[in-house]
Structure formats: C-alpha cells, structure tokens
C-alpha cells in the first residue's frame, strides 16, 4: 500500500519567512496529492491540492509543487503570518485511497 | 463542500464500555470513512463504510473490536468495543466530494 512521509515534524518560522514541507510518497499510481491544515481542536480543512498530470499551482501565498518522477511533492507558504500556525498533513490519493503524512506543526512567531 | 454532523464532539468513558459515534451527511455518499488521529499524531485509517456491504478494515483493526454500521447512503455509526485507556483518541468520519476528502468534527474520547 501507498506510504506517505513527511518532513519536518515541526517547523519554526519567523513572521514573513517562507515556509517548506516535503513529503514523498511510494505508490507511483496515486495521482492526487491534497495538503490540509488543522488548527488545534479543529479537523481537517483542504487548503490546496495538485494532480498528477500538473507540476505546481499556486493559490496566493500557498504553492504546491510536485515531481513525479522522484515522487515527491512540496508545500510552499510565503509571508507566513501568526494564524498559519497549524499542524500540515501531506497525503497522497489513489481510488478514493488516500493516505496521510505524519504532520507538520508550523509555528510562525510574530 | 460536504456538510458532516458529528457527535458526540467528546466523551470519557469507563474502560471495558463501549461508544457509538455518529456521523450524518447532508448528502448522499457511496463511502464513508472512519480515522483515528492519537494525540499529536497523523490521521490513520480505520476503516471504509460502503451502504449495502461490510465495512472494509485497515491492517491492525478488526471489526469486533470497531464494528461499523451503514445503514443508508448518509449515515454511519463507529463503535469503540470493550474501551481500554489505549483507545483515547479523536476519532472522525470523513467523506469524499470529487477527490476532495471533507471531515466531521471529530469526537475525542477518553478511556478512564
């Protein structure tokens, strides 16, 4: 089955620094890859996405960029602000399969 | 989106007593899915409830223990057997629109 893993676990940025989290996947046939955001006590919320046959799109200070050949595929956040503190889950989907990342905490200090 | 009502949003329960959570969709859906997410951890996959068939289990979960109901395209019932404090977690429903994956709010359980 598809193996998703994530980089890093935790992640400290000074207000308006970029942020990056990378994560790879095993299963060259999943096809689409979605990034969620929960704030603490909250669930999950879809924050940007990218299929297969693309290799980045962007959605304001968020980009997503993915290289299938080395199966892996990177969240991008620019000017990061206080309230894009949060936990990231990277996943990787294939037939209404998808398969989460471990997590990254984002902590973005004002 | 996909509108998911959850409940109950939290319990603590005795150990060795069961729990029934409750997932309601504002539409109809062909599968639903159940998540435990342990503190600080990642969302891990229980199980995938289909209307009209038995629920497809993870590796490491078994229907005696997390038996799940589905009795119609918008609902579905997970329920945590003979609780043991190991089983404390947050525990979410999810469902799928197009490929977009849409989330209950959770019910965090405490086995005390």
């Known amino acids: 089955g598809e193996n998703v893993e994530q980089h890093p676990s935790t992640l400290s940025v000074q207000e308006g620094d970029s942020a990056v989290i990378k994560c790879t996947y095993s299963?060259?046939?999943?096809?689409?890859f979605p990034w969620y955001k929960q704030e603490l006590g909250k669930r999950p919320q879809l924050i940007i996405d990218?299929?297969?046959?693309?290799g980045e799109k962007k959605d304001q200070r968020i980009a997503v960029t993915l290289n299938k050949t080395a199966k892996h595929f990177s969240l991008h956040i620019t000017e990061t602000q206080p309230e894009d503190s949060a936990v990231y889950f990277c996943?990787?989907?294939?037939?209404?399969?998808?398969?989460f990342g471990a997590g990254t905490r984002l902590t973005v200090k004002p | 989106s996909a509108v998911i009502s959850q409940k109950p949003s939290r319990d603590i329960c005795q150990r060795g007593t069961s729990l029934t959570i409750q997932c309601q969709v504002d539409?109809?859906?062909?599968?639903m899915f159940w998540y435990r997410q342990q503190p600080g951890q990642s969302l891990t996959l229980i199980a995938t409830?289909?209307?009209?068939?038995?629920?497809?289990?993870e590796s490491g979960f078994v229907i005696d223990k997390f038996p799940i109901s589905r009795p119609n395209l918008t609902f579905s019932t997970l329920t945590v057997s003979n609780m043991s404090p190991e089983d404390s977690s947050i525990y979410l429903c999810?469902?799928?629109?197009?490929?977009?994956?849409?989330f209950g709010q959770g019910t965090r359980l405490t086995v005390v």
């Open positions: 999810s469902v799928d629109r197009g490929t977009e994956a849409f």
């Open positions: 299963d060259s046939a999943s096809n689409y």
């Open positions: 990218i299929r297969s046959n693309v």
């Open positions: 996943a990787a989907s294939m037939m209404n399969d998808m398969r």
């Open positions: 539409s109809q859906v062909t599968m």
């Open positions: 409830a289909n209307q009209g068939s038995e629920a497809t289990y």
